[in-house]
């Protein structure tokens, strides 16, 4: 079991700490399938949304809160049954809105993991008005069911409404929707690949700067995120911060970071490249490649 876990199984009711162990392993990084989750479920003898309330202290071993000190774990279950953890990071010395909070770690790991669907979001405090937010921005966000210790499950809607989200924008295709944008570039570089792959499915309606970062460490792993705009803009998930949240989620130190690229569309109406190159510096001394590629 990996060490960042051993305060919070220790939190946990006996018999689901000895089930969940052998999953926290080297690889752990957050995921747990359906049919680990059924297992968890029988092994605990607990009720589905009382055992995601126990694991939050799981997912809040995932976060890296340098200025507040303050850990929020947030679980995103899909449609498919797997969940997602997901805890909040912020940037040493670097401005608040470099943060990345828990429900924005949780649900950017169930789109990278291929989820279309959002079901419940369970959090260990009450979401804020940010991320109440960014929720909205999903397919079907108003449904999606928001857990809380020693409260009633109730529907985003309860907690945001007279929403404004994407259809007020005329977006009839909201995040999660399947992206599709071509954007090619003549390169062998496998992170170039990989980053065009990813820019390709970034969300990015109100600006068209589709765009994505691959972080690559001394090892040869690569870590990406994906841009994942909002229509009330601010809440707009940065590429970078993303691809910085799958590293913590992977127990990886940023200091491992040898290479790090960012592509975008050159069609755009703005440009990433500022806050990307702000967040990275603030954690690696490592200069951002940034490759401006022409969409089809």
């Excluded at 752990?28 to 949304?49: W, Y």
């Excluded at 010395?93 to 429900?103: P, Q, R, T």
């Excluded at 937010?133 to 809380?148: P, S, T, Y």
């Excluded at 792993?221 to 803009?233: S, V």
Aim: charged share 20%; proline share 6%.
């Amino acid at each position: 079991m990996q060490d960042r876990f051993l305060k919070s199984v220790a939190k946990l009711p006996e018999p689901l700490a000895t089930a969940i162990v052998p999953i926290l392993n080297k690889d752990f990084a957050g995921h747990i399938d359906a049919q680990q989750l059924e297992q968890l479920q029988t092994a605990s003898k607990m009720e589905l949304n009382e055992l995601l309330l126990a694991l939050l202290p799981i997912a809040a071993a995932l976060a890296r809160p340098p200025i507040s000190d303050f850990h929020v774990g947030a679980i995103a279950k899909g449609k498919s049954g797997d969940i997602y953890m997901g805890a909040n990071i912020e940037l040493p010395g670097e401005a608040l809105f470099h943060s990345v909070h828990a429900e924005q770690s949780a649900i950017s790991h169930a789109w990278l993991s291929g989820e279309s669907i959002i079901e419940d979001i369970i959090v260990n405090a009450s979401p804020c008005g940010h991320c109440r937010q960014f929720i909205n921005e999903l397919v079907e966000g108003a449904k999606v069911n928001i857990h809380l210790p020693l409260q009633k499950v109730e529907p985003l809607s309860h907690y945001l409404p007279y929403a404004f989200g994407p259809s007020d924008l005329n977006i009839t295709e909201p995040l999660l929707t399947k992206q599709q944008h071509t954007l090619t570039l003549d390169s062998n570089d496998p992170m170039i690949i990989e980053g065009l792959d990813h820019a390709g499915l970034s969300y990015a309606p109100y600006t068209k700067t589709y765009a994505a970062v691959v972080l690559e460490t001394k090892d040869g792993a690569t870590y990406c995120g994906r841009y994942a705009e909002n229509a009330a803009f601010n809440p707009s998930m940065q590429p970078m911060q993303m691809a910085l949240s799958t590293m913590a989620r992977h127990n990886r130190d940023f200091s491992e970071i040898n290479r790090a690229v960012l592509i975008e569309s050159s069609k755009g109406v703005i440009s990433l490249v500022g806050a990307a190159m702000d967040a990275l510096h603030s954690v690696a001394a490592v200069e951002l490649e940034h490759i401006v590629v022409e969409p089809e």
